[in-house]
């Protein structure tokens, strides 16, 4: 019996965990800059931190040994595919599909975006009309889109500022995103 709640405890653990949030947060400012945080975890996958490096040991000299060759492992879809036929290759196609497009609908209810911001400056080297006129098409792709996103996820904080500089001599864009899931509903989309 105290082997059975022990198990039922770790099982629980590992359910209270897995409901804490997984933030990644993503923002280009001065450069592209990716990281992961979950619990009390800060994890930078972008740009990676540069570890010392040690200087290489000189190696010994082996005797060489002629290489053996090893066979190739078979291509699994071309197996797939010389035993199934074109038809089989349509319908796992056609399965999988069905099947990611049932996870993510499953995944888009909890997949939370906490903050997008976006501001772009449109420049055309000191050509007023020009600038103009990139204004206008940058306007009508960036705003549907954003109202797009905003209307079919969870979006909490979110703002977009497009300024024409008519004076200036390049245009400019930055963004910084944060947008949070909990695990458990990742592992349950997957498991269905």
């Known amino acids: 019996m105290t082997a ?17 949030k ?14 992961v945080s979950w619990l009390f ?24 040994e002629p290489a053996e060759e090893k066979p190739k492992k078979p291509n699994i879809f071309k197996t797939f595919y ?9 319908k796992l196609v056609k399965d999988s599909a069905d099947a990611v497009g049932l996870m993510m609908r499953s995944i888009k209810k909890h997949f939370i975006i906490e903050e997008l911001y976006l ?11 020009q600038t103009a006129l ?18 079919n996820l969870k979006v909490k904080k979110y703002d977009a500022s497009i300024e024409p500089d008519f004076i200036g001599t390049f245009s400019s864009a930055q963004f910084k995103t944060a947008f949070s899931l909990r695990p458990f509903f990742l592992v349950g989309a997957g498991i269905r």
């Open 82 to 90: 010389e035993n199934q036929g074109m038809d089989g290759v349509i």
């Open 41 to 64: 975890l800060h994890f930078s996958i972008y740009p990676k931190t540069q570890k010392e490096k040690k200087p290489p040991k000189p190696k010994k000299e082996k005797q060489e």
């Open 134 to 151: 990139q204004y206008g098409e940058i306007c009508e792709d960036v705003f549907p889109a954003l109202g797009f996103i905003c209307s």
């Open 119 to 129: 501001w772009i400056v449109v420049s055309s080297n000191s050509d007023a009309a």
């Open 4 to 20: 059975l709640y022990i198990i039922l405890g770790i099982i629980a653990f590992i359910c209270l965990v897995l409901l804490v």
């Open 22 to 35: 997984v933030r990644i947060d993503a923002e280009y400012i001065d450069g592209f800059k990716l990281s």
